[in-house]
């Protein structure tokens, strides 16, 4: 059960009918080609794939210079010294990829240092002054913090990407919005986190801006299956430290990007539904206090228990489309105590618990986090 989420050939032209061929004249005596031949035929050689090189990719590139320049990366004609730089920018957190930070900047900018953006901003990333203020650091290390220097940027839009995609999962973790995390993210830079939380989706007017990056994604796909992180944060600490939270663990929607059933929108599967039935009891997987506990439209009766820190990061587990809840807001629990009772309110095709991990503020499988997990 789940929830919410024949080639023609060529005819040559002969032209008119050729007349009947005759014999032709002696040919002269050849002689061997002249020593203009052997040092001008070369250079003309050369001279002319060059030209057709360029007839092709329509001329040198902005940064070319004789005997060096930038080299371009085979990921989309992009710098080779970027690529770094945007997986290092992406492994701040996982809702954000290496490709999404590629694709924002060539939408905003289309990787011209020169081009202001809409906003007026500076540099590829086209960062305001205010939000530099907020984002920007000097991450290449060589005494200057600035929007126009790339390294720069690309390492500051992960950051503000990263805090929007904080946002975001906090108001989808408590119901107040639904949608996909990607999306969502993009669409509070497109239009404040804020003009999303009211939408309670992407607003209409982030649905251009979202076309256009999410368009691009495919340019910038080898980014991902590049990045040697292995993931971001999310998934950097989970070892059997969740008690299982129904009896019988069978998973019949695992963690990952799958169709939505009801909706038929393919984005992340958020955390794993486990079939079970109808009031069957719901338990805390660990020890924790309970941070929300209400009817939400998406995942139906919902209860999210934040349980600390662990190494430093936040974790937290909800229980969704619940038939019952039985603990309230700011309540204290033990691993095993009863959260509620299994059911399939919200969108839901029938009787399960939607069970999802947040780490670090992002959400990863919850399978290696259980102790028994099967």
Not at 210 to 224: C, I, M, N, S
Not at 334 to 350: A, E, K, W, Y
Request: net charge negative; proline share 8%.
């Amino acid at each position: 059960m789940s929830e919410e989420h024949a080639v023609d050939t060529p005819v040559r032209d002969t032209g008119p009918e050729a007349p009947t061929p005759r014999t032709p004249p002696p040919s002269p005596r050849r002689r061997g080609p002249g020593p203009v031949v052997f040092l001008v035929l070369p250079g003309l050689l050369t001279l002319s794939a060059v030209a057709g090189v360029l007839a092709l990719t329509g001329g040198l590139p902005d940064d070319w210079s004789p005997g060096g320049g930038a080299r371009q990366d085979p990921v989309a004609g992009v710098n080779d010294t970027y690529g770094p730089w945007l997986r290092k920018a992406a492994g701040a957190c996982t809702v954000v990829t290496p490709s999404v930070l590629a694709a924002q900047i060539d939408q905003l900018t289309g990787w011209d240092n020169a081009t202001a953006g809409a906003s007026g901003g500076q540099g590829i990333a086209a960062f305001t002054d205010a939000q530099w203020r907020t984002f920007g650091k000097d991450d290449d290390g060589n005494g200057t913090s600035s929007p126009g220097d790339p390294a720069d940027a690309i390492m500051a839009l992960g950051r503000q990407d990263c805090s929007l995609a904080r946002k975001v999962t906090d108001l989808r973790t408590d119901g107040t919005v639904n949608g996909d995390l990607v999306d969502l993210t993009l669409a509070a830079y497109a239009v404040g986190t804020d003009a999303v939380e009211k939408a309670g989706r992407v607003p209409a007017d982030a649905t251009t801006y979202l076309t256009e990056v999410r368009a691009l994604f495919a340019k910038y796909a080898e980014f991902d299956r590049e990045d040697p992180s292995g993931g971001g944060a999310a998934g950097a600490r989970a070892g059997a430290l969740l008690a299982p939270p129904v009896t019988t663990l069978t998973i019949t929607s695992p963690y990952g990007s799958r169709t939505h059933p009801l909706t038929g929108v393919t984005k992340l599967h958020t955390g794993v539904d486990y079939g079970a039935p109808q009031g069957a009891q719901v338990s805390a997987a660990r020890a924790g206090t309970v941070v929300f506990a209400a009817m939400t439209k998406a995942y139906g009766n919902r209860v999210v228990v934040d349980h600390g820190t662990i190494d430093g990061k936040r974790l937290q587990t909800t229980y969704s489309h619940l038939s019952r809840i039985d603990v309230t807001a700011g309540r204290a629990v033990q691993t095993g105590t009863p959260v509620g009772r299994v059911g399939s309110t919200g969108l839901s095709t029938g009787p399960h618990l939607h069970f999802e991990v947040i780490y670090d503020g992002y959400y990863t499988d919850p399978q290696p986090w259980l102790s028994a997990a099967g």
